[in-house]
């Protein structure tokens, strides 16, 4: 399982959004990318920070940042959470986990003394450049996307 740290080239993906529409890393070359790997659609963390992502979109989009969540679920259910919660932003489906485990967010978790293969919640932040710039580990939901924001305003300075 590879670590991908700041300053390494992000791995290259393609991923269908909630339309069905394709996403590539490539797309976005010149801008910030936060690219942030959520457990499953429509629960109770992922949801808050799904919504505290697109609440703090306005101010990302004046650093011409873009926001991708991506979860292991299927387009269907990303529209639907989209849907319900009002996400103007691209939610991408790596049902094969396989962009998951390019970046090594697909760990062995353990829920209720329960052991299972998943997504551990990290954010990746991706510069013009096509290299990670920072990442967050175990993150704790509450605060997030504040501190997600305040690193992209650090890059436009």
């Known amino acids: 399982m590879p670590l991908i740290e700041p300053g390494q080239k992000a791995p290259t ?5 909630q339309q069905g529409k394709p996403h590539r890393l490539s797309d976005y070359a ?5 690219l942030y790997f959520y457990p499953k659609d ?19 989009k004046t650093s011409k940042a873009v926001v991708l969540g991506v979860s292991i679920l ?28 390019k970046y090594g967010v697909w ?19 991706i510069g013009g450049d096509g290299k990670v710039v920072k990442r967050w580990d175990k993150v704790k939901v509450d605060g997030h996307a504040e501190d997600v924001l305040a690193a992209v305003n650090a890059l436009s300075r």
């Not at 299927?74 to 959470?81: G, H, L, T, Y």
């Open 74 to 101: 299927d387009e269907a259910s990303k529209a639907k959470f989209a849907d319900k919660y009002d996400l103007t932003f691209p939610l991408l489906a790596d049902a094969d986990h396989a962009v998951s485990e």
């Open 30 to 34: 010149g801008r910030p990318v936060v």
């Open 107 to 125: 760990q062995k978790r353990s829920l209720y003394g329960r052991l299972f293969m998943g997504i551990a919640r990290t954010t990746f932040l």
């Open 13 to 17: 993906f393609t991923l269908n959004d």
């Open 42 to 60: 429509d629960t109770s963390g992922c949801t808050k920070e799904a919504c505290a992502f697109q609440s703090h979109l306005p101010r990302l």
